[in-house]
């Protein structure tokens, strides 16, 4: 894979990687003020889906791929190729 195709993807995976540093940054103040679990669910639900959307973007970075880059990520990242 070219380089610079591998570092667009790397830097696509970063961006998502400091979303979910703000996201659990926001999380943790939200709990200091004493916010239960069920209130902050669809936050803890956010941060799960960037965090595996990251691993997904990362599985394209690995190797050459052709036709749904969904697919051939979920297949990777499901395989643990």
């Known amino acids: ?3 610079g195709k591998r570092k667009f993807i790397e830097d696509a995976a970063r961006v ?3 979303r979910v540093v703000a996201l659990k940054a ?3 103040r939200d709990e200091a003020k004493g ?3 069920v209130e902050t669910a669809s936050d803890r639900a ?3 889906e960037a965090e595996h959307c990251a691993r997904l973007i990362r599985a394209l970075g690995k190797a050459p791929y052709r036709g749904d880059p969904y697919e051939v ?5 499901s395989t643990a190729r």
Request: aromatic share 4%; charged share 30%.
């Open 1 to 3: 894979m070219p380089e």
């Open 16 to 18: 998502i990687d400091g």
């Open 26 to 28: 926001e999380l943790a």
């Open 35 to 37: 916010r239960t679990g």
């Open 46 to 48: 956010a941060i799960l």
């Open 73 to 77: 990520a979920c297949k990777r990242w």
